[in-house]
């Protein structure tokens, strides 16, 4: 098997999706508690296992009804593995929403209600066409959605897992971690609707690219990570802890963007979702 092969299989199931969270949720912790920026291994994979869960859930839908013909336009291949493997692949949801659940109860007994509200969220935030006005529709609504989701997860999982975070002395930085992972999902947020162009556009998703073109979404990307990076390196400096831990994670955006950019690619969402994981294993094994 390639690596292309590899790498768009894993996105199929949404493995990387599941790193892409693990990798936000250690910018969070980092921001939250930069002398300790390493996310618990009960936290990582719960966050791991539900966005593998919710993930999973959009592209099989819970029936035929649910189905887009937008995504089964921007992605034949996904499709057709979603449609011929079905069960299992909702089995699979099924399981990793559990597992989810389970693990979240190693820290606190309000886990299983965030997998019910993450469930709940992925079905209204992107319910079958002709039944309401869609948030997955609505140009910019959609990838603060997105955004905002990342935030909450990631801010519910470090408040219920640290009970000492439910402090004023806390809050600042709980601001200052969630606008820094709001803007880093927004702009990848923009950046993986380049994929998704020829489906979007015909069917009136109005997203970043389908109105403002390639060039402004890339632009947009590039602020906003950049801004993500100042702001990050920033807050960890002014903690006293090392800054190679800020420069590898805001730097590593902002240089792996260009590099995206730079290269055409046809799918940039396999190796936008990775990039982000890959830049949390480093910033532990640095931190370590």
Same mark, same amino acid.
């Given at each position: 098997m390639t690596l292309? #092969?590899?790498?768009?299989? %894993?996105?199929?199931?949404?493995?990387?999706?599941?790193?892409?969270?693990?990798?936000v949720l250690t910018v969070m912790q980092a921001c939250v508690t930069p002398s300790r920026p390493f996310p618990g291994?009960?936290?990582?994979?719960?966050? #791991?296992?539900?966005?593998?869960?919710? *993930? !999973? %859930?959009?592209? =099989?839908?819970?029936?035929?009804?649910?189905?887009?013909?937008?995504?089964q336009l921007a992605h034949p291949e996904r499709s057709v593995f979603?449609? @011929?493997?079905? %069960?299992?692949?909702?089995g699979l949801c099924l399981s990793t929403g559990l597992a989810a659940a389970l693990i979240g109860l190693t820290f606190s /007994? %309000?886990?299983?209600?965030?997998? +019910?509200?993450?469930?709940? /969220? =992925? !079905? *209204?935030?992107? @319910?079958p066409r002709g039944t309401g006005w869609r948030p997955k529709d #609505?140009?910019? +609504?959609?990838? !603060?959605? =997105?955004s905002a989701a990342a935030v909450a997860l990631c801010l519910t999982t470090l408040l219920l897992a640290d009970p000492a975070l439910w402090s004023t002395d806390a809050f600042a930085r709980l601001a200052g971690g969630a606008i820094i992972v709001g803007l880093i999902v927004l702009g990848d947020a923009a950046l993986c609707d380049l994929d998704d162009v020829a489906g979007d556009a015909p069917f009136g998703t109005r997203t970043i690219p389908v109105v403002r073109g390639r060039r402004a979404t890339w632009g947009l990307a590039h602020a906003m990570h950049f801004a993500a990076a100042v702001l990050l390196v920033w807050l960890i400096i002014s903690s006293g802890v090392p800054d190679r831990l800020g420069w590898l994670i805001g730097g590593g955006l902002v240089l792996t963007n260009i590099c995206l950019q730079a290269c055409r690619l046809r799918s940039y969402r396999p190796w936008i979702d990775g990039r982000l994981g890959l830049l949390a294993v480093m910033f532990l094994l640095v931190a370590a």
């Open positions: 292309r #092969a590899l790498t768009f299989a %894993l996105d199929h199931l949404a493995i990387t999706n599941g790193l892409y969270y693990v990798g291994w009960w936290e990582s994979g719960f966050v #791991a296992c539900l966005a593998v869960s919710t *993930y !999973l %859930l959009d592209r =099989v839908k819970p029936g035929r009804r649910f189905l887009d013909p937008a995504d979603m449609y @011929r493997y079905a %069960l299992p692949v909702r /007994g %309000l886990a299983p209600l965030v997998v +019910i509200g993450a469930w709940g /969220g =992925v !079905l *209204y935030y992107a @319910r #609505a140009f910019v +609504i959609k990838n !603060l959605c =997105v």
